[in-house]
Nanobody, 119 residues
Framework: VQLQASGGGLVQAGGSLRLSCSAS????????MGWYRQAPGKQRELVANTGSDGSTNYADSVKGRFTISRDNAKNTVYLQMNSLKPEDTAVYFC??????????????WGQGTQVTVSS
C-alpha cells in the first residue's frame, strides 16, 4: 500500500491550501484516514482524521479553519486549510489505518508535504 500526498506549499497568513492524499495498493477497506503534522523541534500531532462512517476528529487548534473530507471510491482524503497561521507551518503527513485483507490491519504513512505560512 502506498499513500501519495500532494498540495503543500508556501502561503501568506490568512491564505488557504488544500492537501490531498490517495491510497493505492492492496486495500480491503480503510478504517480511518487523516493528517498529522510535525513542526521543527516538536512532536508529530494529529491534525484531523475521518472514519469510514464519515466521522471526523480535529485538533482544537484547527477547528473552524480546517475541513477534512474523504472520497471513499478513490481512497482519497482531502484537507482544506483556511485562515492559515504561521503556527500551522509544519511538515504534514498523511496517515491511513486500513485493512489489507479482512484480518490484516496496518497503519501507513505517506511522505510528508511541507506547509509554510508566512506572517
Amino acid at each position: 500500500v502506498q499513500l501519495q500526498a500532494s498540495g503543500g506549499g508556501l502561503v501568506q497568513a490568512g491564505g488557504s491550501l488544500r492537501l490531498s492524499c490517495s491510497a493505492s495498493g492492496s486495500i480491503f477497506s480503510i478504517v480511518t484516514m487523516g493528517w498529522y503534522r510535525q513542526a521543527p523541534g516538536k512532536q508529530r500531532e494529529l491534525v484531523a482524521n475521518t472514519g469510514s462512517d464519515g466521522s471526523t476528529n480535529y485538533a482544537d487548534s484547527v477547528k473552524g479553519r480546517f475541513t477534512i473530507s474523504r472520497d471513499n471510491a478513490k481512497n482519497t482524503v482531502y484537507l482544506q486549510m483556511n485562515s492559515l497561521k504561521p503556527e500551522d507551518t509544519a511538515v504534514y503527513f498523511c496517515n491511513a489505518d486500513l485493512l489489507e485483507t479482512a484480518w490484516l490491519r496496518r497503519y501507513y504513512w505517506g511522505q510528508g508535504t511541507q506547509v509554510t505560512v508566512s506572517s
